[in-house]
């Protein structure tokens, strides 16, 4: 077991599917260049929200998506 963002979390192989189906998703959507700070912005966001037991690919999508908009750039 993996300790990620200050919880033990197990994903399954199906659930592993949809997160990375969300992230590509969410990727896809965005304007070229997507660096890999928003790429990791993403990735955090859908796991966390997975971790909450959300397991629909558009939903993860939209939700990373809105927080990519909403975190300060530095």
Do not use: K
Request: charged residues 20%; negative net charge; aromatic residues 2%.
């Amino acid at each position: 077991m993996q300790t990620f963002l200050g919880g033990d979390v197990v994903y399954t192989p199906e659930v592993i599917e949809i997160m990375s189906a969300a992230l590509q998703a969410s990727i896809e959507s965005l304007p070229e260049p997507v660096s890999a700070t928003q790429v990791h912005t993403l990735a955090e966001s859908i796991l966390r929200t997975a971790g909450r037991g959300e397991r629909n690919i558009a939903v993860l999508e939209r939700i990373a998506l809105v927080e990519l908009r909403i975190t300060p750039r530095a």
